[in-house]
């Protein structure tokens, strides 16, 4: 079987670690800040604002968040510089220059000085701009397949709203609530916002699952994309609510929780998993469904002939 034939080139190869690194890098990021009491984002970047480090600061993670920052940074590089050397759709090409562009101020941010910016503006930023870069490299990922063609036969989406309405509505809530997840952890935000994004998020996936198993059970990879959409929501959700029981009995107890730290990142990983996997669900929607508006048009025009 060639390449042609399983949609796996050695671009699409590096495209899928360059997002496997940059999910390492979120999580590494993730573990530095909650091991260090008090931090609102990775400790290099904290003394980069002129943050003292402080005694019980865990340097190996520090360290490895370093590792994966420079590994991820030097894989993006390489792989957009094969896109743009390569015969790639223009559209890749801007994609990838945008990632680039996106690294650049990660880099920027993370590097020079910010003493007026508070560590929660810095902490937001960070993140925001982490999650963007990942997001695009998941989409590179996926659109450097062989075999991914947006001009492919659409099935006509009459629903209201429609599949690819909730797909978005989805994917956008995922990633505020990640954002929201930062401040929620350093008691800067409160738990209304995050728990009704969490059950919008349950709602649309359940959603999309029964859409899929129902009206369009003919779209095998859509179906099994959905039931695994709806799989890391549900996990997520139980993950999530045990995370913030054990963050409540930390402040009742006024102690340390020992599996708090380790409950957290898992917590954030499975929430990084499920953005991952709602944005592929989501380009899926726009390749397999066509809007209602277009199937309008697709009549009007046979109307006309």
Not at 148 to 160: G, H, M, N, V
Not at 217 to 226: E, Y
């Amino acid at each position: 079987m060639n390449e042609l034939e399983n949609g796996v080139s050695w671009l699409h190869r590096l495209g899928s670690l360059v997002a496997v690194m940059a999910f390492f890098l979120y999580m590494t990021g993730t573990l530095v800040s909650e091991s260090e009491p008090g931090s609102f984002a990775p400790r290099w970047i904290g003394l980069g604002a002129g943050i003292e480090p402080t005694a019980n600061s865990p340097d190996k993670y520090v360290h490895l968040y370093q590792f994966f920052a420079v590994a991820t940074a030097v894989l993006t590089v390489a792989f957009v510089l094969w896109l743009w050397k390569g015969k790639s759709h223009r559209y890749l090409k801007t994609l990838g220059g945008i990632t680039i562009g996106v690294l650049v101020i990660i880099a920027l941010m993370v590097l020079s000085p910010l003493p007026s910016l508070a560590p929660t503006t810095v902490s937001f930023w960070y993140t925001f701009g982490i999650q963007v870069f990942f997001c695009l490299t998941v989409c590179l990922a996926l659109f450097t397949r062989t075999d991914w063609r947006w001009d492919e036969f659409k099935t006509p989406d009459l629903a209201s709203p429609s599949v690819r309405q909730i797909l978005v509505f989805m994917t956008v809530a995922v990633f505020v609530q990640m954002l929201l997840d930062v401040g929620l952890t350093r008691k800067v935000t409160r738990m209304g916002p995050h728990l009704v994004l969490g059950i919008s998020v349950t709602v649309c996936s359940l959603w999309v699952l029964e859409m899929a198993l129902t009206k369009f059970s003919h779209l095998r990879a859509f179906k099994i994309s959905a039931v695994f959409l709806a799989e890391v929501v549900v996990l997520q959700l139980f993950l999530g609510i045990v995370s913030y029981s054990m963050q409540l009995n930390t402040r009742a107890v006024a102690c340390p929780q020992p599996g708090l730290v380790v409950m957290s990142v898992t917590t954030a990983a499975v929430g990084a998993l499920v953005l991952a996997t709602s944005l592929f669900v989501t380009c899926q929607g726009f390749k397999y469904f066509a809007s209602r508006r277009f199937d309008l048009d697709s009549d009007m025009i046979r109307g006309h002939q």
